[in-house]
T-cell receptor, first 117, second 115 residues
């Protein structure tokens, strides 16, 4: 178990630029989640994949945000035309279907800290 | 739909004192309940979870929480606070099946421990 990996750890960009983050879940996990956390707040759900299918998207995920999980393994989260309000920690988590039987937890990565100047 | 309410944003206790962090939830389906801790500049770490069975759940670092369905609560306690417990604590709720497996978090409570 190598854990959930996120890359990069930090990203500084100028307003209007596009950014892309990557998440590598634990290899046998078929579920993948993206969350956003701003200072002083709890993580907010953005989107959920089961294998390669994106099954749920939060209203927080505006048209500027897109997430993919092309082969059901790693995932990318892209933000187009970044705004200062996009500055946050973007967290990825993964789990297997054992979660449904109460036998597992969500495993979180360390996150990507985005700063939009 | 699920939601979590964590009353108060900051709790301060003396070292050795009881820690009580409150969490109330709302869920349209039978919930799973979680407490996570986040230390400065670190990721989320699971303290404990309730899924089924015994309603008093013991976690790491001496923490425990009790699921009270009638009160829709899942308060976190620790009998004696330690300086190393200073951190941000998040309560979270989820459903029990794939479509509802995403966690919904509260806003978090910052715990400070005074010497």
């Amino acid at each position: 178990d190598t854990g959930v990996s996120q890359d990069p750890r930090h990203k500084i960009t100028k307003r209007g630029q596009n950014v892309t983050f990557r998440c590598d879940p634990i290899s046998e996990h078929n579920r993948l989640y993206w969350y956003r956390q701003t200072l002083g707040q709890g993580p907010e759900f953005l989107t959920y994949f089961q294998n390669e299918a994106q099954l749920e998207k939060s209203r927080l995920l505006s048209d500027r945000f897109s997430a993919e999980r092309p082969k059901g393994s790693f995932s990318t989260l892209e933000i187009q035309r970044t705004e200062q309000g996009d500055s946050a920690m973007y967290l990825c988590a993964s789990s297997s279907q054992a979660f449904d039987r109460g036998r597992e937890k969500l495993f979180f990565g360390s996150g990507t800290q985005l700063s939009v100047l | 739909a699920q939601s979590v309410t964590q009353l108060g944003s900051h709790v301060s206790v003396s070292e050795g004192a009881l820690v009580l962090l409150r969490c109330n939830y709302s869920s349209s389906v039978p919930p799973y309940l979680f407490w996570y801790v986040q230390y400065p500049n670190q990721g989320l770490q699971l303290l404990l979870k309730y899924t089924t069975g015994a309603t008093l759940v013991k976690g790491i670092n001496g923490f425990e929480a009790e699921f009270k369905k009638s009160e829709t609560s899942f308060h976190l306690t620790k009998p004696s606070a330690h300086m190393s417990d200073a951190a941000e604590y998040f309560c979270a709720v989820s459903g029990r099946t794939g479509a509802n497996s995403k966690l919904t978090f509260g806003k978090g409570i910052t715990l400070s421990v005074r010497p």
